[in-house]
T-cell receptor, first 115, second 105 residues
Framework: ETGVTQTPRHLVMGMTNKKSLKCEQH?????MYWYKQSAKKPLELMFV???????ENNSVPSRFSPECPNSSHLFLHLHTLQPEDSALYLC??????????????FGAGSRLTVL | AQRVTQPEKLLSVFKGAPVELKCNYS??????LFWYVQYSRQRLQLLLR??SRESIKGFTADLNKGETSFHLKKPFAQEEDSAMYYC???????FGQGTILTVHP
């Protein structure tokens, strides 16, 4: 599959569970992003990785832990989440490191529900 | 701090009518602005960016630095334009809250 692929598409977890979201891009891009999309808030940037190095961490709680083992894969590890963390988590990638003229390609998202 | 404001959460027009989706921004440097669109059951995708100065699907957007605005316009709306539209700023993309556009037949 081409583009940005996110798995799983839907995830339901309890507050004590540990799970991970996976993102894979087949575009040869060098930067990858995690965004959170909640019902009542704008899209919120969580993390940015450029060439596997984290370049942005927007005051995200430590219960969200990103991992970027290579430029094609990005994970978001989840543990002891709260119900308010329920949201659509979007992964995106861009050709170059974050800069003014970057165009992002988005995945379809992982819908997370925390019970 | 950079910020993007889309004042209209919902916008409804009839087919063939002009449409304008408003976007205002706050940014200390020279801004790079984008419009992204999300059609029903599809991914968020780029519609246009101001640096390209192009018209996509009949939409245009002009950067007005004096008014710090980047409004999206189309002279004759079509039903297939119904979607969620996001204005975004800068390379890491600060997004506005989005405007749901509904074009009625």
């Amino acid at each position: 599959e081409t583009g940005v692929t996110q798995t799983p598409r839907h995830l339901v977890m309890g507050m004590t569970n540990k799970k991970s979201l996976k993102c894979e891009q087949h575009l040869g891009h060098n930067a990858m992003y995690w965004y959170k999309q909640s019902a009542k808030k704008p899209l919120e940037l969580m993390f940015v990785y450029s060439l596997e190095e984290r370049v942005e961490n927007n005051s995200v709680p430590s219960r969200f832990s990103p991992e970027c083992p290579n430029s094609s894969h990005l994970f978001l590890h989840l543990h002891t989440l709260q119900p308010e963390d329920s949201a659509l988590y979007l992964c995106a990638s861009s050709q170059d490191a974050p800069s003014g003229a970057n165009v992002l390609t988005f995945g379809a998202g992982s819908r997370l529900t925390v019970l | 701090a950079q910020r993007v404001t889309q004042p209209e959460k919902l916008l409804s027009v009839f087919k063939g009518a002009p449409v304008e989706l408003k976007c205002n921004y706050s940014y200390s440097g020279s801004p790079e602005l984008f419009w992204y669109v999300q059609y029903s059951r599809q991914r968020l995708q780029l519609l246009l960016r101001h640096i390209s100065r192009e018209s996509i699907k009949g939409f245009t957007a002009d950067l007005n630095k004096g008014e710090t605005s980047f409004h999206l316009k189309k002279p004759f709306a079509q039903e297939e334009d119904s979607a969620m539209y996001y204005c975004a700023l800068d390379g890491k993309l600060t997004f506005g809250q989005g405007t749901i556009l509904t074009v009625h037949p």
